[in-house]
């Protein structure tokens, strides 16, 4: 696949060959999608002045608690219970039992992908150096994700504050040798999975665990998964566009580019251009009978360019908390500070993942009227019901896309439905300490949901649009006349899905499209 280029977001620069390097210094979105989907390695530097960094923050933090002898959440209990001073010769016991006591997430677990987002999220942030662990600490971390060694993680149970505490102490734990791993494909118990490898369990220092834990790394790992798919899905969408427009026989005009010079939003104006040249641009313009077409057609650039629009900016937000030390207390060793805050706050990364499944819940009702207006002969301009390409007696019989219209209104619909802001939902919790929350993994679990489906309703769309193309070839269009973009989907999708003229059960094919969508397997050049 050829990627996307010459656009202002950085997350959606064409990626570097080689490993990714965790050494403190900034990484975007795209890298930490790029080593989940397993395109890109991954290093921890061992650099001497990288490796004194990281060890001078625990170093300070062993020395002045036991010098001074209150730290929070290391001579102390947790949350509300920072009031209870811990025994000095217990306090090195305190980090087990904060990832035992928090072992009690539920839901389905989450997918390998997700997972190691997850951890090079986790990871990019304790590089920073304000965390007060060992290098050691960021060694194991680095093996888990090098080697593939994949905690399992419950989906739920995270408020978002305080961070994702829950689903974090899965990784905490394995980094002690305990709970359970998925490696090779197989769920197997951690202990034993080291045990193969020569992996020495972690004992985890004090405020280690808390380091791991208090921190947003799973709404941010899973935030920079939807990014990158919602780019690709804004490409995808304007090819979809200039498909059905050329199977409806819509009007080209209304993607002229000095139409869009006058409402100048720079990613709707992108969107606009792209559908232009897949329909043939100035030079072949394709003009319909009629004046206007539906919104679904001639409004498609300023439904998908929202998206296109609002994804540097919402990047941004997330490559900074992804940049960010963000558990609590922050410890600072150059000036042998300890600063307790609320860096664990998820309110940006939350923001982020409610306007984003927004705009891509727009886009599956934008496909999902597409599809509508092919399968329905008042109003495709004279394609058949359904888009079925019986002919004769047999077309009575047959029903084409009838049932897939009505999946994608299904699936549209779920997607509409989650749009509701997580961050509205804020609990009151912990015995009134957490009293405000972001909501923040719940705002990304269902930014990922809604992606999902709006790729269902994609992947539908775009067959039905080829299909009605195919039909209107049968009828005579020459594809000598269509752009080398559109040709190139069509046989893209030719090579997947012949077209369809007896009934035939299009679930695989439409999962086959769907996992298409989600590896960016349809080449899109913009």
């Known amino acids: ?24 210094s900034a990484l975007s979105a795209a890298q930490i999608a790029a080593i989940a989907r397993g395109e890109r390695g991954s290093a921890l530097s061992d650099n001497p002045e990288f490796v004194r960094r990281i060890d001078r923050g625990a170093e300070f933090l062993d020395r002045l608690w036991q010098e001074e ?124 999975v080291f045990r193969q490898l020569g992996i020495e369990p972690l004992v985890l220092r004090p405020k280690e665990a808390l380091a791991v834990m208090n921190g947003t790394a799973v709404m941010t790992g899973l935030a920079c998964l939807a990014l990158v798919r919602a780019r690709y899905l804004c490409l995808l969408s304007a090819r979809i566009t200039s498909l059905a427009v050329l199977a409806i026989q819509g009007n080209a005009g209304h993607f002229e580019p000095r139409l869009f010079e006058v409402k100048p939003h720079p990613g709707q104006g992108r969107i606009a251009r792209l559908i232009h040249e897949d329909l043939g641009g100035s030079s072949n313009e394709r003009q319909s009978s009629r004046l206007q077409d539906r919104y679904s057609l001639r409004c498609a650039p300023h439904v998908i360019g ?44 939350c923001f982020a993942m409610d306007a984003l499944k927004n705009t891509v819940a727009n886009i599956a009702d934008l496909l999902d009227r597409q599809l509508a207006q092919l399968v329905d002969p008042k109003f495709n301009h004279g394609l058949p019901a359904n888009l079925t390409g019986a002919t004769g007696e047999r077309q009575s019989l047959n029903h084409g896309f009838k049932a897939v219209q009505i999946g994608t209104s299904a699936w549209a619909a779920e997607a509409l439905k989650l749009t509701m802001p997580a961050s509205v939902f804020s609990r009151s919790t912990e015995c009134h300490n957490q009293d405000k929350v972001s909501m923040g993994t719940i705002a990304a679990r269902d930014c990922l949901r809604v992606q ?40 893209e999708i030719d090579a997947l899905f012949p077209l369809l003229e007896e009934d035939r059960p299009l679930e695989a094919t439409l999962r086959e499209v769907c996992q298409q969508i989600r590896n960016r397997g349809f080449e899109l050049d913009e």
Not at 1 to 24: E, I
């Open 1 to 24: 696949m050829t990627r996307p280029h010459n656009n202002p977001s950085a997350f959606v620069a064409p990626l570097a060959d080689g490993p990714v390097l965790f050494d403190g």
């Open 69 to 192: 002898g209150v730290i929070y959440g290391v001579t102390t209990g947790y949350g509300d219970s920072c009031s209870v001073n811990i025994p000095p010769h217990l306090v090195e016991e305190l980090p087990r039992h904060l990832y035992t006591f928090h072992g009690c997430g539920m839901g389905e677990i989450f997918s390998p992908v997700q997972t190691r987002a997850i951890l090079a999220a986790r990871l990019a942030s304790l590089a920073r150096g304000y965390s007060g662990v060992r290098y050691l600490l960021l060694q194991q971390l680095h093996r888990l994700l090098a080697e593939d060694i994949l905690p399992v993680i419950p989906q739920e149970g995270s408020v978002g504050a305080s961070g994702d505490l829950t689903p974090l102490s899965y990784v905490a734990a394995v980094l002690a040798g305990e709970r359970e791993v998925l490696y090779q494909g197989e769920r197997q118990p951690t202990a034993e």
């Open 306 to 349: 929202v998206a296109e629009d609002s994804l540097p900016w919402l990047t941004e937000m997330v490559e900074t908390e992804l940049n960010s030390a963000n558990d609590n207390p922050i410890i600072d060793p150059e000036q042998e500070r300890v600063l307790h805050g609320g860096h664990f706050y998820g309110g940006h990364v």
């Open 452 to 491: 999902t489906l709006t790729e269902q309703v994609a992947a539908a769309t775009l067959m039905a649009a080829c299909q009605g193309l195919r039909l209107r070839q049968r009828e005579g269009l020459d594809t000598a006349t269509l752009t080398p973009g559109v040709k190139h989907t069509l046989a």
